[in-house]
């Protein structure tokens, strides 16, 4: 099944909705495969940003995804990034739409909570640039029989 990559950013550190967010991918039925707490660094967000290395923001934007630790993830499940980007929403949590991640928990478009991939060749990326092979867990989710009708799994 597909996984992607997540950042929980410092903003939901700081503002202690790391348990509301979490909440969020659990009730919606995805895998956590890997999970872990880091301390990214200029080296790193250079090539997880390099898209936006050029813009205007982006030193504000690397000073505000170092300001503290961050929580990395690894989501699991069927069509699981674009599940995940939809559960997110638009880049600006003041655009984007009630009931996603950041239409709920937001106001900003820089501290705007949550960093999904945007793409399957990119979450493979991602996954590999932040985490080891050895610290991502296949084991079996027992609900999965009640999550996924048998054609979906
Ligand atoms: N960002 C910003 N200003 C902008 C666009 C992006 O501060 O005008 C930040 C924001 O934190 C965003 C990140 O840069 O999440 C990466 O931008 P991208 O366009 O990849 O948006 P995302 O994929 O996170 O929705
Ligand atoms: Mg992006």
Do not use: W
Request: neutral net charge; aromatic residues 8%.
């Amino acid at each position: 099944m597909e996984q992607t990559f997540i950042i929980l950013k410092p903003s939901t550190i700081q503002r202690g909705l790391v348990g509301d967010v979490l909440t969020r991918f659990q009730r919606k039925g995805l895998q956590i495969t890997a999970m872990k707490m880091a301390q990214l660094t200029e080296a790193i967000l250079r090539e997880h940003y390099a898209h936006l290395i050029e813009k205007p923001f982006f030193p504000d934007l690397l000073r505000s995804m170092m300001a503290t630790p961050v929580i990395l993830m690894v989501l699991k499940g069927k069509d699981a990034v674009e599940v995940v980007r939809q559960m997110i929403g638009s880049t600006n949590c003041r655009k984007a739409a009630p009931g996603t991640i950041r239409g709920d928990f937001g106001m900003s478009g820089q501290e705007n909570i949550v960093h999904a991939s945007d793409s399957i060749d990119n979450a493979i990326i991602e996954i590999n640039r932040f985490f080891k092979p050895e610290e991502i867990y296949d084991y079996d989710l027992l609900l999965k029989p009640a999550t996924y009708a048998p054609d979906e799994l």
